[in-house]
Structure formats: C-alpha cells, structure tokens
T-cell receptor, first 116, second 113 residues
Framework: AQTVTQSQPEMSVQEAETVTLSCTYDTSESDYYLFWYKQPPSRQMILVIRQEAYKQQNATENRFSVNFQKAAKSFSLKISDSQLGDAAMYFCAYPLTQGGSEKLVFGKGTKLTVNP | NAGVTQTPKFQVLKTGQSMTLQCAQDMNHEYMSWYRQDPGMGLRLIHYSVGAGITDQGEVPNGYNVSRSTTEDFPLRLLSAAPSQTSVYFC????????????FGSGTRLTVV
C-alpha cells in the first residue's frame, strides 16, 4: 500500500531556532513528486515546498528546505529561523495514481508550536 | 484572481437534510477534487474530476454526489446528511494534476446534528 507517515504528532521550537519535521513514504514508483503543505489556524491549506524525485538537489524555498533521501524514502522539512507565523499543522503528501484513481495521499500531520 | 472559492464557510445541518457545497475556480484547471478532513485522519478523497463531464469516486464517496458541467464549477452534494459527515471539506484544483500540487479552497466546516 502507498502510505505517508508522519511520526511526530506535535513539535515545538523556539522562535529563531531551526526545526525538522519528518516524513516517510512508501511507493513502488521511480519518478514522483512530494509536497509539504501548511495549515494555519485559518484552515487554509498552503503549499510550502515540492520535491521532484528524479532531482538530486534538495528543494529550498526561503527558510524552508527539504532533506530528501530517495533510497530511504524519507522527505523531511527543515524550517530555519522559525517565526511565530510558522505555527501550524504541516502535512506531507504524495500524489498517487492507482487503478485509474488519482489523489494526494496525506500524512496525519504534525502540529508545530513556535514559542516566543 | 480568486483562486478556488468555496461556499459556505460554515454550515449546520439536521440529520436527513440535503445541501450542496459550492466550489469554483478561475484558473482554468481541468482537475478538481473534494477532500474531507477529520481529526487524526488527515485528508481523504471523496470525489474528483479530470474535466467537464467526467467524475469519479475517491476513497470515501458514500453519501456524496458530484457533477462537473463546466470547467469552473465542481459542487458536492450531500444527499441525506448524517452525523458521520460532520467534517471540514476542502475543494482543490490542479493545472497538471499531480505534478505541481493542488490549490485548495478555504474549506467548509459542516456540522450535522
């Protein structure tokens, strides 16, 4: 089964510090994409960063970067210089095509708290 | 540039009532989908559409209907609301399906009493 696992239900970080959220996934495909979404208290789902599996280089978007280890099927999100506005639920997601159905498979999420 | 617009943002229904959650996008996206979000469950796919006139079921379709008469609109109908359908519902669209991620609406919090 194609799954996405986020093993940390909750994490906390001090403002200006760095935090890493973990995500592992299971797939038999060789070429795919991975995503991290942020869901703040406003409930809006916001795409934070995407990684293409065939690219060796880890994706970076400002203070957000990933540590993508394809062989280990690991896709962690690193937030540098954490800000109060980073407090949110973070979801790792993997797009799956299976039996004619297409969907994003989401992990159960990690709740990030940023302490001032 | 509105993106994906969902209405209403909140709704309370009585068991057995029916209603339609509206979703519209102005990005000319072919792919649209509906997810529900429940605590501890992440997001689960209800129905999706790859273009006008084409819809298909996701992993939790029971109790929901969809139609896609235009590229812009993808309404979700609850036929006879049940307490188990209490959830937050998200509509999402994508230009190239799965490669660039989805753009999500702001969600609808539905409570069935």
């Amino acid at each position: 089964a194609q799954t996405v696992t986020q093993s940390q239900p909750e994490m906390s970080v001090q403002e200006a510090e760095t935090v890493t959220l973990s995500c592992t996934y299971d797939t038999s495909e060789s070429d795919y994409y991975l995503f991290w979404y942020k869901q703040p208290p406003s409930r809006q789902m916001i795409l934070v960063i995407r990684q293409e599996a065939y690219k060796q280089q880890n994706a970076t978007e400002n203070r957000f970067s990933v540590n993508f280890q394809k062989a280990a099927k690991s896709f962690s999100l690193k937030i540098s210089d954490s800000q109060l506005g980073d407090a949110a639920m973070y979801f790792c997601a993997y797009p799956l095509t299976q039996g004619g159905s297409e969907k994003l498979v989401f992990g159960k999420g990690t709740k990030l708290t940023v302490n001032p | 540039n509105a993106g994906v617009t969902q209405t209403p943002k909140f709704q309370v229904l009585k068991t057995g009532q029916s209603m339609t959650l509206q979703c519209a996008q102005d990005m000319n996206h072919e792919y649209m989908s509906w997810y529900r979000q429940d605590p501890g469950m992440g997001l689960r796919l209800i129905h999706y559409s790859v273009g006008a006139g084409i819809t298909d079921q996701g992993e939790v379709p029971n109790g929901y209907n969809v139609s896609r008469s235009t590229t812009e609109d993808f309404p979700l109908r609850l036929l006879s609301a049940a307490p188990s359908q209490t959830s937050v519902y998200f509509c999402a669209s994508s230009y190239d399906r799965l490669h660039n991620g989805y753009t999500f609406g702001s969600g609808t919090r539905l409570t069935v009493v």
